[in-house]
């Protein structure tokens, strides 16, 4: 009993795992002449394109619902996804990227 005592601080020492800590800048604003609905799909694609880089899948922005079913009226749909890739774009280029979003879209 008094061995078990004694040796119980040499057990516990190796049960602290150290966890990373991930630092991941915030994505960079979307261009000031973008529009509204440019803005959202900016920072739609950053998004896309994290959940694309943390899945290992290779960038191709048609394979997302919201680049191909815009959630903005019609008319402002080619607006949008051109903001949607412009974000894809820039966080593949300039990754890394930081902790995968939670939940769907």
Request: net charge positive; proline share 21%; glycine share 8%.
């Amino acid at each position: 009993m008094l061995l078990a005592i004694l040796l119980m601080p040499l057990a516990l020492v190796g049960c602290s795992h150290p966890q990373p800590v991930v630092y991941a800048a915030p994505p960079p604003p979307p261009p000031p002449q973008f529009s509204l609905a440019a803005q959202q799909g900016y920072h739609d694609g950053i998004e896309a394109a994290r959940r694309d880089i943390h899945q290992g899948k290779a960038p191709d922005v048609r394979r997302h619902p919201r680049f191909r079913n815009p959630p903005v009226p019609p008319p402002a749909f080619e607006e949008y996804r051109h903001g949607f890739r412009d974000g894809c774009d820039q966080t593949f280029r300039n990754g890394p990227p930081g902790p995968p979003p939670n939940g769907a879209y």
